[in-house]
Structures are given as structure tokens and as C-alpha cells.
């Protein structure tokens, strides 16, 4: 094999050159099943021939210009040599001169040809080869590489790249011996004579093996990234870089050295930032790669990150942000290449690595101070944010200490101020822009709820202050200098915006609220002020803010104060705020004040009344209140959101039930008491100020009708064809066309009809005509919905959503039984309610979370009143399917199974107080019902899981329920699939005895007695000669003995069942000839398994073919009959 034939065997056979064209192929798969087949044929026959076939043909195509057929037989070559000791490298540097050579070949084939080369040395790392060679055939392979890899700039990239993967496997003494004696004199320089590739080889082997590669005898220095070197070094990096050398290894290689060096801001600021004076995009993708290897890689020198957001790279940062036209260099742009979407894609990428690397312990707030200042003013921008679509400013600033929140207020305030400039460049400056001025006030009011100073309440009252004078008053620091419009609206938003977050203490609150106040009246005092207020605000808003300071002044000067003296006083002072806001909200908080005014006096008088035992029939002031609050709450701003939570907290304790009952009704669709019921019939459809109206219903027939006219819009949506029997609801709407279409001929009664003999054919025809237009009118309201509909309902479901934050609010604490078992129905109505419609999925996610918060309950503050005949009449309520549809009724599935538990548990506080001789059972009666119907009823429509979870309680009349499943077990009138689901349910019962084990006496003896009827129960089936199974209750029967015993094992709690008995019985029903395989009974019925294969084709089909209308119901046949 010394000398190799350049003549072709004369036979290759077809099978063999047919791998060879799956080498070829674009999925690796099919290349590894190339090289597979060519590998066994070669190992079944080792034929000196073929091999050196194989060989030459492999070789040869790696010379080629097509990179999957590179790829596919340089795979090849590695297992060639991996499995075929007799090749030697000697051979290979034959096929290199014969196969791979270049002369008088074109400048492409002379590329394509060191790069075959650069793979055959490549293919004798991998395969492990290099280091059997002899010493000789080692500086042979080395040299092969380094004299190809000059061939082409690209290909001495790739060459180091592969050499550096196989250094990466040798240890200090093998890279010194193999690889290092014999290149070493290549990179004995000076270091402006490397390129990037020797630099970057040189880097990483300096850095791996350090006593053998002497750095200080290369170069003169003790290491590569010397002060001495970093501008030669950043010049080579930043020169002539064109896009493939964009992500060459070098630059985060350089980025992880330099981040743990102490010349890291010497390299960045007059290394790299001084040569980017213009924008070059290939340039700017380097330096951002670069900068966001270095913050990934920070560990102690963290405080330099502020110098390394450097003047000339970030100026050029967010020009791409900005979108200038002058940010693109590039003449020749790459198909579908979009300059800003790759730069903005990496800068982002640079983004959060900066934000990481500041969320680290190590930085220190002067740090993030320092980077905010860099970010927001120079050279960043102030409106940083927005402008990159980033949320890094809120991130850092999040992370400062009070000292810095205090800092950069100040600077921030200077900007809203305008007595600081904006700096464009060195010795130019400006003024600040109004919209520059009022991010700074948006940012002012996050710092201002800050949670490092959520208790500085001298510095919120500071802030806060100065906020007010620009937004409500139109003055800036010096009140002679005039605010526009337009600045003082956006500023006054950021204003309310401070109290968007929760004040950890109510009297701060207060403190804050009240010092405010008291300052608008100070300024209101001064009369060009009071002048310029009088003129935008009516008259009206200044009556109602001078009830708002004498209430106020009222409540402040009693000796002491109570949780209800300081919720008046919030409100109050939150309401007088928003006289100052836009008119929808003004006209709420007129109204609301005035009633809060009177509710105040209300809640005085009652106290007097109480000390002198004194009743009336005026509601009392905690529900006035409370229809307050929610009228409030119909306003869509988060800042008065909060304010409600907070006070509505401090009133639990006064809440009584019909307070509750308020709240509750609102979430309610059947309820007429709406605080968002608009009138349908209004001609005002212009003014958005009817999503907003107030609780008080002046007009108790619109608010009926309304109520109704929102429960028909969703009438149609609760359509069941399954359910025949159940009568179709006719919508109002419809009723009203058409008794508007028949006028005088209409029934005064829905139950009286119209005489067709006493009409005659001209009456006849105009009435046909007149309900036509009826139903088609109504067809087109129905299927027509306004923006103004779609804009009205979204208004009163995020309404709902906002009222359940107060009852989930109540229900943290330990409610009133009573009160819940009230909101069971109203929760169901609303859930209900919203899964007919998919625009108020987000209020049934809402509803299903307060539902779940309800049923976890299980103390409570008291269960008087709550008997269990309520408790039973409640469950009825809960189980019975009533009007519901089917569909409907099993969507509730999960939502009746957690309200049923919930009353168990109820029930078990409840029996605590029950007299002996008035035992539970009309509970225990329900759910004996509800289970016996559930094994013999085919319409039971409650879930398995509903059963499953009682029995999981720790209720005692359990026990008592599972009679009833063992009686339908061993039933031959139940159907197969419902004695399964028995067995189940036994089994949960037994698992949940590990948790719950029987304590009492009682409790034992009733467990003795249902194993005992289980044993009796299951011998008398097995001579029962018309009790027939199938077998997975046989398999079922099994785990569930075995379930008993492992209980009884665990538990040690003594049973007379012998286990080992029962079994022997399990297995005599399926040996009796009782129990037959579904699939049995399957091969019986041949044209069965004919009717399903089609219906599977049919099923197939109809998915090719998309097809969307339902298949036509068809009866359907008992499948589980008994098999006999």
C-alpha cells in the first residue's frame, strides 16, 4: 500500500458509489447513512482495492467548491481513520500532492484546494492520529496547515480555529511536544506583524498553557493586553472589517481578557472609543460585541462601567435608535439585509447585559447613579426609554439607595425646572424641550415611590409640591414664569401617577395628602393664582374644594382619630385632588364628595344614636360608603384603584352583610343595581362620559331595563341542541320588535295570542311585512355589534374586575360564613355570564381566581345565622343543573366540585354548635342522591372529580357514601364504564384514609363494615352467572385490594379481610369465563372494526379537506352492553 494506483478498480460495485451520492446530501442524517454503509461494506470486505478507492475519492472531494459535500466526506475521513489502522499519514500527504494540488488552476479552485488540504490535517486531529505520527510527520501536518491557510485570508481563520480544537484536548506536555515546537518560530515578531488569527492563537494558547508559551521572550512584554500594546492591538481590531469578519473568535476572547484587567478603561476609552468618529456598521457591530462581552465578564471592576459608556460610541449607539438616515455606510447591502434591524437587535443585546451586570452586589449606588447620569444626559437622553424601547432606566433606578433616588431627583428636577442645559456637543448646550421636561416629570414621580423612601415623607410632600405648581397651577420654580397647556396636562398625569403605588403607612398617607391640601389652599390664597383657577375651573369645583378643606379641617381637629376618620380623610383629600383633573373625573368627584360629606355626618350621628341605643330606618353610613367607593371605582384610573384597596382595607371590620351584598351585586348580570348601567335608549352616543356613570340610578326602570338588555345580548350565545326539552328564551329585544310591529294588535300578556280569524288579508300581509322587518332588524342589531357596544362592555368588565379586588380584599381576612355562602350564587351567575362571550375572558380568569381564594377559605369570624338546612339548601342550588345547558353545566364542572367541598367544610364548623339530637344528614341525603344517580342516571351531568373530592375531605359521613358506590359496583344493571369509575373512587377513598386515618370507634366500626360488604359482595358475583365484566374491572379490582392492603400495612389499623382471598376470588372471575377483552368482542363484530376503519377515513378526510360544519348527530348505541 506504499504506492497507490491512480487507475480506478475496474469493478465498483452500484451499492458503493450510491453511498458515496448520499455524502452529498443536505441532511446530516442521510450523510451518517453514507458514511455507515460505506464504512461496513469496506469492514465486510477489506478489499486493498476499495480501500484505495475510498481513499482518493474521499480526499479528492474534499477539494470541491460545494460545502455539504465538504462536510459529508470529511465525516468520511475521520471514521476512515478512525477504523482502518493501515492508512497511514504518509499516504495521505501522497493523495494531497496527486488529488489536491493547484497548478495553473484559477484563484476560486486555488481557495478550494487549501481548504481540502487544511481538512485532511483537520481529519488526523480528530481521528487522534497526530499524535501516533513520528516526530517528522508531525512538523509535516503542522506545516501542511500554516503554508495552506496562507493561501486565502479566510482560510488562516478557519486553520487556527481547527488547531485550537485540537490544543483544547492536549495536556501541557503534548501541546509543548506536538504543537509548540514546531510553530513557535512563526510567532517569534513584533506584534504589529500579526494578524488577527495569530493574535487570536496566540491569546488563547498564552492564556491556556502560560510556562510554555513565554510571552515576555515573544513580545517583549509580560502580557499580550499591555499598555504598551492596547493601541496597536485595538487598531488591528478595528481595521479594514468587512461583515464575515464581524464575528471572528478574537473579539470575545479580547473581551473576556480585558474585563479582569486594570487597563480595561484605558483600552476602551483611548483604545477603542477615539476611532469612532463616524458611523461604520460593520465597525459598530464589532464594538458593541465587544462591550457586551466585557459586561457579561465584569467581576470586581465594576465601578468602570459608567467610563465605558464613552461619548463617541454612545453618540453613534443611539443614532441607530433614533433611525437617522446617516447611521447607514453600507453601498452593497446583502439580500434582505436590514442595517437597522441587525444594529438595533445587538444593541438591545448590549442593553441587558448592561442592566445584569448592575444588578450585581459588588455595584455600589454611586455606580448607578453615575451610569443613569451617562444614560439620561450626556450623551444619552433623557427620554432613553422611549427611544430604545428599553425599560433599563426603571430597572437600574429601582436598585438605588434613598441617597441616590435624592440625587438624581435633583438632577431631574433642574431639567423640569429648565435651570440646567442640555449638552449637544463640547461648549454647545440648550435649553431643555418640553417633552424632554416632561419625562423628566414622569420619572420624578416614579422616584417619588420609591420603595428606599417610602417613608421620607418630607421628600414625596417636596416633590409632589413642585409637580402640583406646574400641573394644577401653571407655574414653574418662579411664579412668574408661565406654563403652557399642553406641558401642565402631561406633568399634572405624572402628579397623580405618585400615588399609583401603596403607602406602607395609612398616617403617611394622610400626612402627604393632608400637606398637600393645605398648600392648594395656601396658593389659592394669592390672587393672580386664584384668578388664573377661576377661569378654567367653574364654580362649582371651588365650592365643592372649599367643602372638601372645611370637612377635612372638621376631622382633623377631633382629639383622636379612628380607621374610619382617616378613610373619610383619604377620600376627601384624594376626591379635592381630582376636582383638579380631567371633566369626567371632575364630575365623579364632585358628586362622590358631596356624598361622602353627608355620609360623614351620617357615620357622627350614628355614633351619638349608638351611645343612646337609638334606631332608624336610614341605611346606615357603611353602605353609604360603600356605594361611594364604587362609584369611584367606575372611573378607569389606577391611581384611585389603589386608593380604594387602601381604605377599603381599613373598613373590614365595619362591613356588614348588605355592605358586602353592594359589592357583590355588581359582578352580578341578573342584579339591577349596576353602577355602570347606561341607558340604551340615549341620543348622546358622542360622550364618553357613559362609561362612566355614577352608582346613583335615578331612574329604577332604566337600570331594569338595561340590566335585562345586557343579559339578552349573551341569550343567544346559551344554545343547546342536545337539550330539547328545555324552553328557548326569547330575547327582549325581539319581544319589543315585535309588539312594535303588531302595535295595536299586540297581547297586553305574553300568554294571550292574536285572533288570525279577526284580521282580514290587507291586515294579514301589512303584519306579514311588519314582523319581517321585526326579525330582520333584529338579526342585524344581533350580529352587528357598534364600536360603541364593544367599548361599553369592555368598560364594565374591567369595572367588575376592579370590584373583585374589594371582595378578594375580604375575603383575606376571616369573613362572615353567611356572607359567603351568599356570593356562591352571584360568583356562578357572573362565570356564566362571561364564558359566552370571548371578548370577557379576562373577567372569567378573574372570577375563577376569587372563586378558588373563596372555596380555600376555612375560618372564618362567625357561623351564626348558618344552619344546615341553609347549607343544604345552598349545595341543591349548587348541583341542580336548573336552567343551565348541558355544555354549560359541565364547563362548571370544576367550579361546583370547589363550591361542594367548601360547604362540607362549612358544615364541619357549622355541626360544632349543632345539637346531638339534630344530626346532618339532609347534606349526607344530597350527596346519596347525587351519587346513586350518578351510577343509574345516564343524564347525571356531574364530573367524576366531583365524587373524587368529597371523599378526599375529611368529612366522617363519607363512610356512609361509600356504601352507596360498593352497592353500583357489584350492580349488573350499571353500565361497565360507571362500575370502573366506582372502583376509582374506592381507591381515592382508601388513599385518602393515609392522610385522614379513622380515629374513632365509630369510624373504624363503619370502615369493618364496608370491607366486610366488599367481601361479601365480591364472592357473591363470582357464582352470579348473569354478572358479566370486561377486563379492566378486573385489573381495577386488583390495584384497589392492593391499595386496601398497603393501607391497612401502613396505617397498622387491623382489618378481618384476607387479602391473598380476595384476589384468589378476582381471579376466578376472569377464569369463570365472566370476564371477556374488549378486543374479543371487537374480532366478534367484523363489520364494527369495517364502520370504524371508516369513520377514521372519513375523520381523515374531512381534516384534508378543512372541513368546518359538524358531521350530523346520529344515535348513538350502547358500546359498553353486557358481553356475554
Not at 486594570?262 to 464594538?287: A, M, P, Y
Not at 383629600?573 to 355626618?601: D, M, N, T, W
Request: glycine share 4%; charged share 30%.
Amino acid at each position: 500500500m506504499n504506492e497507490i494506483s491512480n487507475t480506478k478498480p475496474l469493478e465498483v460495485k452500484s451499492s458503493l458509489l450510491d453511498a458515496f451520492e448520499l455524502l452529498k446530501a443536505n441532511k446530516d442524517d442521510v450523510k451518517l447513512n453514507g458514511g455507515v454503509r460505506i464504512i461496513s461494506r469496506l469492514m465486510n470486505d477489506e478489499g486493498e482495492k476499495e480501500i484505495q478507492y475510498v481513499l482518493r475519492r474521499v480526499v479528492r472531494s474534499l477539494g470541491a467548491n460545494v460545502p455539504d459535500m465538504r462536510t459529508g466526506h470529511f465525516a468520511m475521513l475521520v471514521a476512515l481513520l478512525n477504523n482502518f489502522e493501515q492508512i497511514s499519514v504518509t499516504q495521505l500527504f501522497e493523495l494531497i500532492k496527486k488529488e489536491l494540488h493547484a497548478n495553473g488552476s484559477s484563484k476560486s479552485e486555488v481557495g478550494d484546494v487549501a481548504l481540502g488540504q487544511i481538512l485532511v490535517c483537520s481529519a488526523i486531529f480528530r481521528s487522534g492520529r497526530m499524535l501516533k505520527c513520528t516526530e517528522e510527520e508531525q512538523k509535516q501536518i503542522l506545516t501542511t496547515l500554516m503554508k495552506a491557510s496562507n493561501k486565502k485570508s479566510y482560510l488562516n481563520t478557519a486553520a487556527y480555529i481547527l488547531l485550537i480544537d485540537f490544543i483544547n484536548g492536549l495536556d501541557e506536555e503534548q501541546f509543548s511536544l506536538v504543537v509548540w515546537s514546531n510553530i513557535k518560530e512563526d510567532f517569534k515578531k513584533d506584534l504589529k506583524e500579526y494578524n488577527l488569527d495569530s493574535l487570536y492563537f496566540l491569546l488563547v494558547v498564552s492564556t491556556k498553557f502560560p510556562k510554555k508559551v513565554k510571552v515576555k521572550k515573544l513580545l517583549s512584554v509580560p502580557e499580550i493586553l499591555h499598555e504598551d500594546n492596547l493601541q496597536i492591538i485595538c487598531e488591528k481590531l478595528l481595521a479594514g472589517i468587512d461583515f464575515s469578519s464581524i464575528h471572528h473568535p478574537i473579539y470575545k476572547e479580547i473581551g473576556r481578557q480585558i474585563a479582569k484587567s486594570s487597563h480595561l478603561v484605558q483600552f476602551w476609552v483611548t483604545g477603542i472609543d477615539s476611532q469612532l468618529t463616524k458611523h461604520n456598521r460593520n465597525r459598530e457591530l464589532v464594538c458593541i460585541s465587544l462591550l457586551t462581552t466585557i459586561l457579561q465578564n465584569l467581576d470586581d471592576n465594576v465601578e468602570v462601567i459608567p467610563e465605558l459608556l464613552s461619548t463617541n460610541f454612545f453618540k453613534l449607539f443611539m443614532d441607530w435608535f433614533k433611525g437617522l438616515q446617516t447611521a447607514s455606510k453600507i453601498r452593497n447591502k446583502r439580500d434582505n439585509e436590514d442595517d437597522n434591524k441587525i444594529m438595533i437587535k445587538n444593541e438591545k443585546e448590549l442593553l441587558n447585559a448592561l442592566a445584569k451586570s448592575l444588578k450585581s452586589d459588588k455595584v455600589t449606588s454611586k455606580v448607578r447613579i453615575e451610569t443613569l447620569k451617562k444614560l439620561l444626559f450626556n450623551p444619552g437622553e433623557i427620554n432613553f426609554s422611549e427611544v430604545t424601547g428599553t425599560s433599563i432606566i426603571k430597572s437600574i433606578a429601582a436598585d438605588l439607595d434613598s441617597d441616590g433616588v435624592k440625587k438624581i431627583a435633583k438632577l431631574l428636577k433642574n431639567v423640569l425646572m429648565n435651570t440646567s442645559k442640555k449638552t449637544i456637543k463640547e461648549d454647545v448646550e440648550r435649553n431643555w424641550y418640553n417633552n424632554e421636561r416632561v419625562k423628566a416629570a414622569e420619572l420624578l414621580s416614579f422616584l417619588v415611590s420609591h420603595d428606599a423612601i417610602k417613608d421620607d415623607t418630607e421628600f414625596k410632600i417636596t416633590n409632589m409640591k413642585l409637580l402640583m405648581c406646574f400641573g394644577f397651577f401653571k407655574i414653574g420654580g418662579d411664579e412668574t414664569v408661565a406654563v403652557s397647556g399642553e406641558l401642565a396636562g402631561s406633568i399634572k398625569s405624572c402628579f397623580y401617577r405618585c400615588f399609583s403605588s401603596r403607602f406602607s403607612n395609612v398616617d403617611n398617607l394622610v400626612t402627604v395628602l393632608s400637606s398637600l391640601c393645605n398648600f392648594i389652599s395656601t396658593i389659592l390664597e394669592k390672587e393672580q393664582v386664584r384668578a388664573k383657577i377661576e377661569k378654567q375651573f367653574t364654580s362649582e369645583n371651588m365650592e365643592c374644594w372649599q367643602m372638601v378643606t372645611s370637612i377635612c379641617e372638621k376631622i382633623e381637629d377631633a382629639d383622636s382619630k379612628s380607621k374610619v376618620d382617616n378613610v373619610f380623610l383619604i377620600l376627601l383629600y384624594q376626591l379635592g385632588l381630582f376636582l383638579f383633573s380631567e371633566p369626567a373625573h371632575v364630575k365623579v368627584a364632585r358628586s362622590s364628595i358631596k356624598e361622602l360629606k353627608s355620609c360623614y355626618e351620617h357615620y357622627r350621628k350614628a355614633n351619638k344614636q349608638k351611645k343612646q341605643d337609638i334606631s332608624n330606618d336610614e341605611p346606615e353610613w357603611i353602605e353609604v360608603l360603600v356605594e361611594v367607593l364604587l362609584s369611584i371605582l367606575s372611573i378607569e384610573s389606577s391611581v384611585l384603584r389603589s386608593v380604594v384597596q387602601c381604605v377599603f382595607r381599613l373598613l373590614w371590620e365595619y362591613l356588614t352583610p348588605s355592605s358586602i351584598g353592594q359589592i357583590v351585586s355588581v359582578i352580578d348580570p341578573e342584579s339591577e343595581a349596576n353602577p355602570l348601567t347606561v341607558d340604551s335608549e340615549s341620543d348622546d352616543d358622542d360622550k364618553d362620559e357613559s362609561d362612566d356613570n355614577n352608582s346613583d340610578n335615578d331612574d329604577e326602570n332604566t337600570s331594569k331595563k338595561n340590566g335585562e338588555s345586557e343579559d339578552s345580548d349573551n341569550s343567544d350565545s346559551d344554545v343547546d341542541d342536545n337539550d330539547d326539552d328545555e324552553d328557548m328564551k326569547i330575547p327582549d329585544q325581539l319581544r319589543m320588535a315585535v309588539q312594535k310591529a303588531l302595535g295595536s294588535a299586540a297581547p297586553e300578556t305574553d300568554t294571550e295570542s292574536i285572533d288570525a280569524d279577526a284580521i282580514n288579508e290587507e291586515e294579514g300581509k301589512k303584519l306579514d311585512d311588519a314582523l319581517a322587518e321585526a326579525f330582520k332588524q333584529f338579526q342585524q342589531g344581533k350580529n352587528k355589534k357598534s364600536k360603541k357596544d364593544r367599548k361599553d362592555k369592555k368598560a364594565l368588565s374591567d369595572f367588575r374586575v376592579r370590584v373583585l379586588d374589594l371582595i378578594d380584599i375580604y375575603l383575606e381576612k376571616d369573613p362572615a360564613m353567611d356572607v359567603c355562602l351568599a356570593m356562591i350564587a352571584p360568583l356562578t351567575r357572573c362565570l356564566e355570564f362571561c364564558m359566552q362571550d370571548n371578548q370577557l375572558i379576562e373577567l372569567e380568569n378573574r372570577v375563577r381566581k376569587t372563586i378558588k381564594n373563596l372555596c380555600k377559605i376555612r375560618k372564618f369570624s362567625s357561623t351564626q345565622d348558618v344552619t344546615v338546612d341553609i347549607l343544604s339548601d345552598c349545595l341543591k342550588s349548587i348541583i341542580d343543573k336548573g336552567g343551565r345547558s348541558h355544555f354549560m353545566f359541565q364547563a362548571l364542572g370544576d367550579v361546583v366540585t370547589f363550591f361542594a367541598t367548601f360547604i362540607i367544610h362549612c358544615s364541619l364548623k357549622v355541626t360544632v354548635n349543632t345539637p346531638k339530637k339534630k344530626k346532618p344528614t339532609m347534606l349526607l341525603d344530597i350527596f346519596k342522591d347525587a351519587l346513586q344517580n350518578y351510577f343509574r342516571n345516564r343524564n347525571c351531568l356531574l364530573p367524576i372529580i366531583f365524587f373524587h373530592n368529597i371523599l378526599q375531605t375529611e368529612w366522617d359521613n363519607t363512610y356512609d357514601l361509600v356504601t352507596i358506590i360498593l352497592e353500583n359496583i357489584f350492580n349488573k344493571d350499571v353500565r361497565h364504564f360507571r362500575r370502573n369509575e366506582g372502583i376509582e373512587l374506592l381507591s381515592g377513598f382508601y388513599r385518602a384514609l393515609n392522610r385522614n386515618k379513622p380515629c374513632t370507634e365509630t369510624l373504624l366500626t363503619k370502615l369493618n363494615n364496608i370491607e366486610s360488604e366488599f367481601e361479601k359482595q365480591l364472592s357473591t358475583i363470582v357464582t352470579l352467572e348473569e354478572f358479566k365484566v370486561k377486563t379492566n374491572f378486573v385489573t381495577l379490582l386488583k390495584k384497589l385490594i392492593n391499595t386496601m392492603k398497603g393501607f391497612h400495612e401502613s396505617s397498622q389499623i387491623k382489618t378481618n379481610l384476607n387479602f391473598q382471598t380476595l384476589l384468589n376470588l378476582v381471579t376466578q372471575i376472569k377464569t369463570t369465563g365472566k370476564c371477556e377483552n374488549v378486543n374479543n368482542q371487537a374480532n366478534k363484530n367484523p363489520q364494527n372494526n369495517q364502520k370504524s376503519g371508516k369513520k377514521k377515513k372519513n375523520k381523515r378526510k374531512q381534516s384534508q379537506n378543512r372541513l368546518t360544519e359538524p358531521p350530523t348527530k346520529k344515535v348513538k348505541n350502547d358500546v359498553n352492553g353486557t358481553v356475554k
